[in-house]
DNA sequence: ATTAGCAGTCACGGCGTTCGAGTGCCAGGG
DNA sequence: CCCTGGCACTCGAACGCCGTGACTGCTAAT
């Protein structure tokens, strides 16, 4: 049905108009690739292609555009992933490990991705309760009220303030901090509801109200909050008339938490790459190449860029592949 | 030399232009205001205006437009802050009530001040050298590697990785951790400089260095960051055609940290609410309303936002103060 | 199956015209 | 002296009108 040659067509003009932002024709594109044949069965594969989806002219005696099809079609079999040069990889770890918090390190990996791949880039926290707890901290800041605070192995703090139904002595809180921090040290968020729920037993009958006010606001409060911090940067790389919709929609979107949770693909997948192009990502003209980073093997969180649908898929892919990597690594280290 | 009239043919013009967007002419002045004379009356003083620098026009035969300094003497002199409604301040209570924890109240401000104004919102972070510490807290990581978490009254936390210069025992770090708790504790930050310096003598000689490279962090990596963190948002709000340099532009000196600060205005002074217009900001075309937002009367850092020149100041004026306000007063009561 | 040739389409850019809002100036009147 | 009505003038925005060129699709020949 897609003989070769199509295929060679359908590549030529992704790869042109990308490269150009101009509808491309059919004798440009035996002038620049070295195609054998004459411009006018290009025009013949052409037409085919269009009837099947994959391309489309703007208007009638313009050049051809790829449809989100043919980018689809582009993606998975037509192309692959650029790699990083040695150059730019090393760049990428020096730049990466001069960073000395979490926050930090986030920072900078926006700033990189946004960078490197001259587009929007998008990175999610590492998921609390994906992380393993590393310390509990409580401070009295009045008789009815504690600051709770939870250190992650990957360097993650989060605080929650927690009101409790009955006035707590100092020597109560020490010791639900010492019980919280001999039972979660090590143990992950995730896994530690069920424990929790056991161990109300180790705490003395009066204190068992306080004690359950802080274990709701660490499951409850903290874990739901958890994967909601996302940020971006880049916003200087969108350009003008780039994305079908206007681009003050781009921008209302970003600042959506629950859009941009959608962009990084609600489901986690462990597939490395993904690849959502234009009406997939609920943005019309915009595509978005998300990675999953984790440290030792298992996954933490989502980053990735969000770009006008036509984009230099192989380059962006690389660029994404490669800073998840680091990212991973680096929060593996820590 | 400006009497009455032509001050009030400047406000005009200013109220005018920013509703309509569109150079304003004598006779559109005339029906729309209740002026009792003529045109060409109007046409006379726009000339003398005009010859004063404080309106221009784009080209021969079109309307009259504000000039940098037009906007700056009707600020000074030609408006009054536009209060609040009650039930905006209502509103404005209530939304940022909700927030349970430091981060929150911040993003909060941001989404607020950008929707009430239509414009975009800068907020810093309490200032932490301004901030009381009301907890120090050392985790172990590695033998010679501590987090250092800081808890400051404002709710602020901060933390910092400090690498030792030797192993440090459980001891050693809970014993640091009772001194630094001990001394610092209610104090500021910024005051506590010099009580760590004569610290170190309460520290036994054999952890006198550890002691040093945790104070050397606290002082100098975590007062340094400090006032860095500054965040922004409502950028959808920058519509099209504002501002005389490119959209672009605005947006890239939006996510450089040091340009923001530079907005916010270097110097603390502890007046209310300041206004720079025009070239005052850098930014050409832009002018930014901010305020210092302070608990118990003591100031903690700024907040503002960022407009075109030709905005609606009297308005913008009023937000930006009530949120201020607001924001002052839930951050003393936490 | 490919190719050359040809007629047809249509966006784009340049050009001249019109239209109208708005100005500056001047002479007359309170 | 300040205000006003009148008038000629200016100039940008909008409109319409080509000519141009980059395409295409079709057909007939190889």
Chains 1, 2 share one sequence.
Not at 110 to 115: G, I, P, T, Y
Not at 139 to 145: F, I, L, N, W, Y
Not at 256 to 269: D, P
Request: hydrophobic share 45%; charged share 25%.
């Amino acid at each position: 049905m897609l003989d070769e040659r199509k295929l060679a067509v359908l590549r030529a003009i992704v790869e042109d108009y990308v490269s150009t932002t101009e509808p491309v024709g059919s004798k440009s594109l035996v002038d620049r690739h070295g195609l054998d044949v004459s411009p006018a069965t290009i025009r013949n594969d052409m037409a085919i292609l269009e009837e099947q989806g994959f391309i489309a002219q703007p208007h009638t005696s313009a050049g051809r555009v790829p449809t989100d099809k043919g980018y689809r079609l582009f993606v998975d079999r037509l192309s692959a992933v650029k790699a990083m040069s040695g150059a730019e990889r090393r760049a990428i770890e020096a730049f990466l490990s001069g960073a000395y918090s979490l926050d930090e390190v986030v920072a900078r990996t926006v700033r990189l991705l946004a960078q490197l791949t001259r587009q929007v880039a998008v990175v999610q926290y590492p998921s609390l309760s994906r992380s393993a707890v590393r310390h509990i901290e409580l401070v009295s800041v009045a008789p009815r009220r504690l600051l709770l605070v939870l250190i992650t192995d990957t360097g993650r703090v989060e605080q929650a303030v927690v009101d409790l139904p009955e006035d707590a002595t100092p020597e109560a809180v020490a010791h639900l901090r010492a019980v919280l921090n001999a039972c979660l040290d090590g143990h992950k968020l995730a896994e530690a509801a069920a424990s929790v729920t056991g161990l109300a037993d180790r705490i003395p009958v009066p204190e068992r109200a306080n004690a359950g006010a802080v274990f709701s606001v660490l499951l409850d409060s903290l874990a739901e909050r958890t994967e909601e911090r996302i940020v971006f940067g880049g916003t200087a790389n969108l350009s003008g008339p780039d994305f079908g919709m206007g681009l003050r929609d781009v921008l209302e979107a970003l600042e959506e938490q629950v859009v941009l949770m959608r962009l990084l693909g609600e489901s986690a997948e462990p597939s490395a790459l993904t690849v959502r192009i234009g009406a997939e990502t609920g943005l019309s003209g915009a595509s978005v190449v998300s990675a999953v980073y984790g440290a030792d093997g298992h996954p933490l969180a989502k980053l990735g860029v969000l770009g006008p649908t036509r984009m230099d898929y192989p380059s962006t892919m690389g660029a994404v592949r490669a800073v998840a990597r680091y990212v991973g690594r680096i929060l593996g280290e820590s």
